[in-house]
């Protein structure tokens, strides 16, 4: 087999603020593995909340070492014991998953017996922001076709929190609404606010404190007046076993637990536990976001908008403007560069980004 990489850089198409910080734009590290005449493609995104850089990931993915392998069957089996991190074990997964899809004609779902992926709705996000822009966003999303949206939270005044999600409410208000402040409250805070939330029509909050303490975002999932689902406190397949019966919810992204396959064991892990399932992504293009869309019939929310805040987004073939993402029915992860620029060895420059 043979492996090229290429780095570029993903443009917001607005800043994005959370809790923690703001971002504008991303470096994505884009893997292409070729064998017997097909290319399977893969892409990671730097990020700096797991300590992944562009120059970093570029010698990480270099280091499994792909090229040691006669096909991508044996590739595939091997890569779980590469001591690769999640990301990186995501994006070669993907890439290997693309290829097979494409040699056998069938789409990463089918291969993987994961079901039909018809399409599911997604949450789309709405940073932190003014007031008068986030109502405005929040009728041009009811206006597109979306039916989910996800605030975010957590800044130094609660009640701008509070009246930004009012303003949402009232600008769309068939919408469904969820809430993530990113670990930004206290359980004082939490125990305050979250009542105020589910009287505005809230349906679930994201991990509402800061990772690290288990326990505490159990005791307060149990009294809580909606599901708390846990994100930052949800990495590995050990968090997800600790907190299974616990919370109402755990977020899985691809990135942060290694894949496809891993997030099919957490679904297998939390069925009949009373923990539901939600997908969720990093700010990637299309090509980062289709092995979870291949996924998104498993869960219970999916929060698949990544490519959907791109100025830009290089990809094709998962669709999301309108509210449903799917997959496109094409073999191997169905999706396709739009302006194709040859995968030609280039500079790789260090950027600032944010988680």
């Not at 074990?89 to 079901?115: T, W, Y």
């Not at 998104?296 to 669709?319: E, K, M, N, V, Y």
Request: glycine letters at 10%; one cysteine or more; aromatic letters at 4%.
């Amino acid at each position: 087999m043979k492996a090229r990489l290429r780095t570029v850089r993903l443009e917001l198409a607005e800043p994005l603020r959370i809790s923690r910080s703001t971002m504008t734009a991303r470096d994505a590290v884009w893997l292409a593995v070729e064998h017997d005449g097909a290319t399977g493609y893969g892409e990671a995104v730097s990020s700096v909340y797991y300590g992944l850089d562009a120059g970093t990931l570029l010698r990480l993915i270099s280091g499994v070492g792909l090229e040691r392998f006669a096909d991508p069957d044996s590739a595939l089996e091997a890569l779980p014991s590469s001591g690769a991190p999640p990301a990186v074990v995501a994006a070669v997964e993907s890439a290997l998953l693309d290829l097979l899809g494409k040699r056998d004609g069938v789409p990463v779902h089918r291969l993987l017996g994961a079901g039909t992926s018809s399409g599911v709705a997604t949450a789309r996000t709405i940073g932190i922001t003014s007031l008068p822009h986030a109502a405005a966003e929040a009728r041009r999303l009811a206006a597109s076709g979306f039916r989910v949206i996800k605030v975010k939270a957590g800044t130094p005044d609660p009640e701008d929190d509070v009246e930004r999600v009012r303003v949402i409410r009232d600008a769309a208000p068939r919408m469904r609404l969820l809430l993530d402040p990113n670990g930004a409250w206290s359980v004082a805070q939490a125990e305050r606010l979250l009542p105020r939330f589910a009287a505005l029509g809230v349906e679930a909050v994201e991990q509402p404190l800061p990772p690290g303490d288990p326990d505490a975002l159990g005791a307060l999932a149990e009294k809580s007046p909606m599901p708390v689902i846990a994100d930052e406190d949800a990495v590995s397949e050990d968090d997800v076993r600790r907190l299974a019966g616990r919370v109402h919810g755990v977020n899985i992204k691809l990135a942060k637990c290694g894949g496809v396959r891993a997030a099919l064991r957490i679904a297998e892990l939390i069925e009949g536990s009373g923990t539901d399932l939600m997908l969720g992504c990093l700010t990637a293009s299309t090509l980062g976001l289709a092995p979870a869309v291949h996924l998104a019939d498993r869960a219970r929310w999916a929060d698949l908008d990544g490519h959907l805040l791109l100025a830009h987004d290089p990809w094709t073939g998962i669709g999301g403007a309108d509210g449903v993402v799917r997959p496109s029915g094409r073999p191997g992860l169905g999706v396709e560069e739009t302006e194709p620029r040859g995968w030609q060895a280039e500079e790789v420059r260090a950027h600032e980004d944010v988680a």
